[in-house]
């Protein structure tokens, strides 16, 4: 992974190395959470499987690449349409703008899709990290983080993660639905994907799944696709480095456990069934580096496609729990999608490990379209990012499942930590005053 995923015991450690700013009690109490939380993940229980990229797949894309830039370079870049060609692409541009109105719309359609075609599984992936986008967007809502964002920042975030997801929505969206069409038709269709703006990368890679059905190398090339497809858009884009991506929070999101994504399941060495899933899940420590986020997208993969009893969690997940945004989806005895305690009451603790204290109240995490409007999609700048055959194929190789993977304990971890950024905000001000 490069550095993307660290030891879960050295992340905790290493915040406590930054808690000396805090107040004594304040420190005091942070290191007794990380104690308590420390030194109880999940066992795994194998077998773990590799997510295989095969040879013979790599050598068929790099001729087909190869070919494609052929193209580009003689100015042949698309043919013109027949009238039902140009049916088809309009639907599913259609088809693709009515889904994109919210985070809600968006998994909800990355889930139909898997539905349809569960050989498709970059379309799970992406409905479970989509999952996770929508609570990104209703924390800067809830309850814990506005105690210490700005609400100037808490808009620059949101249209952030809007864009970001999407952006990608419009660009795999159409993708899939022209798989699904290809497949009914039982041809090729796939020579349409530059009159819907998709990079020629992505050409004979879906030509090469058609006839191979190789899920893994499909899975990887979309999400080295869509990474570099955001890389101009978002990460490089002025406006987002300025209200963003260089804000001090931004910088330390390491440190507040904003960049986490994790995925429900059940582990098999729990003997009784737990009343809440774990977390199987990873953390992206340089999003502003392109290779980590496409490694991240990958082990994410790895995870999900590699450790058979997260598969199944999440698959039962998705299929019984509706997503809101709220993160009371996952943590139903942690949050509540009614705000129960006043809004301008004093913050005090409530989290007790992994449970609330005796007594308290849970978090308020809201519905997201109950606290953002649905916004609409501003025009995507044009261009295509694949220029080089060798630099497109570094990624694509096999992946083996990162251990460990359950996140669950560190997720606990993240919410204490911002707890208690809050209790120390309130005390520092105390003393200001």
Request: charged share 20%.
């Amino acid at each position: 992974m490069g550095g993307t995923v660290k030891s879960r015991g050295k992340n905790v450690k290493g915040v406590l190395s930054k808690m000396r700013g805090l107040p004594n009690a304040v420190a005091q109490l942070f290191k007794q959470q990380a104690s308590l939380l420390l030194h109880s993940s999940a066992k795994i229980v194998g077998p773990l499987e590799e997510i295989p990229v095969t040879t013979a797949f790599i050598g068929r894309l790099e001729k087909g690449l190869k070919h494609q830039l052929d193209l580009q370079q003689s100015g042949v870049v698309s043919s013109p349409l027949s009238t039902d060609e140009k049916a088809i692409v309009h639907q599913i541009k259609e088809h693709t703008q009515r889904e994109n109105r919210n985070n809600v719309t968006r998994t909800n359609a990355y889930w139909s899709c898997y539905q349809a075609n569960p050989e498709l599984h970059w379309a799970l992936l992406a409905h479970m990290v989509s999952r996770n986008g929508g609570w990104c967007m209703t924390d800067l809502r809830g309850e814990l983080l506005p105690n210490l964002i700005s609400n100037e920042l808490a808009q620059h975030l949101f249209a952030f993660l809007e864009r970001a997801n999407g952006l990608i929505f419009q660009d795999a969206y159409p993708q899939l639905l022209l798989y699904h069409e290809s497949k009914k038709r039982k041809m090729n269709l796939f020579h349409l994907l530059p009159h819907m703006g998709i990079s020629s990368w992505m050409i004979p890679v879906w030509s090469d799944f058609m006839t191979y059905q190789e899920s893994a190398a499909l899975t990887i090339a979309l999400i080295v696709n869509e990474q570099n497809y955001i890389e101009k858009r978002i990460v490089k884009n002025k406006h987002f480095q300025q209200n963003v991506l260089n804000t001090p929070l931004f910088k330390t999101q390491a440190w507040l456990q904003l960049n986490q994504i994790g995925f429900p399941f059940f582990p098999a060495s729990i003997e009784t069934q737990a009343p809440q899933p774990n977390l199987a899940g990873l953390i992206l420590e340089n999003f502003a580096s392109l290779t980590e986020r496409i490694e991240f997208g990958k082990s994410l993969y790895a995870i999900l496609f590699g450790a058979p009893e997260v598969l199944q969690g999440v698959l039962r997940f998705a299929a019984t729990t509706p997503h809101t945004g709220s993160r009371s989806d996952y943590w139903p005895h942690l949050f509540a999608q009614i705000r129960k305690t006043p809004p301008d009451m004093k913050y005090q603790e409530r989290l007790d490990g992994c449970a609330l204290k005796k007594g308290t109240l849970p978090f308020y995490s809201p519905k997201l379209t109950s606290v953002w409007p649905d916004r609409i999609l501003a025009p995507v700048e044009p261009g295509d990012w694949f220029t080089n055959v060798k630099e497109a194929l570094v990624h694509m190789r096999s992946i083996p499942v990162p251990i460990p993977y359950d996140l669950t304990k560190e997720v606990y971890f993240g919410l204490s930590k911002i707890e208690l950024g809050i209790v120390a905000a309130q005390a520092i001000k105390k003393v200001i005053r």
